[in-house]
Structures are given as C-alpha cells and as structure tokens.
C-alpha cells in the first residue's frame, strides 16, 4: 500500500488566484513526479525531482512550478491559474531501486479554473 | 521520444469473460508496469515486471514482459463488474531516462453485469 497525499483533492477556483497544490509520502521516497492528466487521457509528466533541492520540467511544458525543500514533501505551485490550467494532477513517487524504480500515485487533485 | 501503442482503446464485455490487452514500442524497456484508475483517483499499480520473459499474476490478473522487451500484455480472467476502469500500461526506459515513464493512452474496460 503506498502512502502518498494529495490535497486538495478537488479545487474550483477563479482566473488569477494564486494556488498550491500539495503532495507528500511517508515511504523516504527520493524521487518525486507531478504529472497532468486530462479526462481520460493520457498522463504526461510536468515536473520531477530526483531528492531536496532537485527539480526538472517533464516532457509537457507548463506554467507551474515545484518545490523540493524536504524529501517528503513536493508542492506545485500556479501563480495565475487560468481555464487552460483545469485538469487532474497526480503526484507520484519512487522507491529507490535504481533502474526498478516502481511508481506509486497519490489519489489526484481535480482543479477548475473559472 | 519513446513512445508506447495500447490496444484496444476501449472494450465493453459481459461479466465473466476473459480480456486481454497489450502494449507495443519500437523501444525497449527495462521495467514494464500496469496500472489501473478509477474515475477522480490516482492510478493503482497492479503488476509489475522487471525481467524479459517475465509472466506475474496478481489474483485473476496475469502480465507479461515480452522477450523483445518491447511489448507487454495484460490479461484478466473471468471479469467482474468492478474491474471497470481505464487500464495503463507503462515503460520505464533505460540509460539516462530511467526514471521517466512511459505510459499507453490507456484501455477502457466496461463490464455489463
């Protein structure tokens, strides 16, 4: 059973507004994902950390920016969410097998930008 | 970049029939994982494969690692209705990428009881 967090799990929120969305694990995981998930879609990665201190943009561009200042801990960040921004985002982390690397999802935050 | 092709897209059966599903790449892989997500959740990791050749069952579930290590399937015995859901398939590659998946666009199960 993995144990990572996701909150909040849903958000609806107006153009403009600042928001953080927050994942943390409680498995010592040292590498940590974000990824965007429209409806149905495939899932592509925005951003990854290899441990504290490390962070790298995924294969899909995107406006938000992470944060990497405790291991356990993994925030995303949105300056001025618009409508484009709505969708799901799922943190994810990895065990540190090396080439094995297994990656666990938390459960999501849905975010809607009016 | 390294892509993944699962079939089918989509798959509507009666409960209790066998579903089989697979991923192909011109890459090779050296981990190959399955997922499933339910509707407003995470994906849930279902098996994992680490060796070509690799066949791991997990319950009624069954995957492979193919001997190529560019292909992967996923079969799931006698069906139930709460194996709805959208199934992934995922790579993770190797050298200097290792860390990244990839994933398939997913397969959607739809069980009528």
């Known amino acids: 059973e993995a144990d990572i967090y996701q909150t909040p799990r849903y958000l609806v929120i107006g153009t403009g507004k600042k928001i953080t969305l927050e994942c943390s694990q409680t498995?010592?995981?040292?590498?940590m994902y974000w990824y965007q998930q429209d409806p149905g879609m495939e899932l592509h990665l925005i951003h990854y950390?290899?441990?504290?201190?490390?962070?790298e943009k995924g294969d899909l561009s995107s406006e938000s920016t992470v944060s990497r200042i405790r291991t356990e801990h993994f925030p995303l960040t949105l300056e001025s969410a618009r409508p484009s921004h709505t969708s799901q985002y799922l943190c994810a982390s990895s065990d540190n097998g090396g080439w094995t690397d297994t990656q666990y999802f938390g459960p999501g935050t849905r975010l809607t930008v009016l | 970049g390294q892509q993944l092709n699962q079939s089918p897209q989509s798959m509507f059966i009666q409960e209790g029939e066998d579903v089989s599903m697979n991923c192909t790449s011109s890459s090779i892989f050296n981990t190959w994982l399955w997922y499933k997500q339910e509707p407003g959740e995470g994906p849930v990791l279902l098996i994992a494969l680490y060796k070509a050749g690799e066949l791991t069952s997990n319950g009624r579930l069954t995957a492979q690692f193919g001997i190529t290590r560019k292909d992967s399937f996923l079969n799931i015995s006698a069906s139930i209705p709460s194996d709805v859901g959208i199934y992934f398939c995922a790579g993770l590659g190797s050298g200097g990428s290792n860390y990244k998946l990839t994933f398939g666009k997913g397969t959607l199960l739809t069980v009528n009881p």
């Open positions: 498995m010592g995981h040292d590498k």
């Open positions: 950390s290899y441990g504290v201190n490390s962070t």
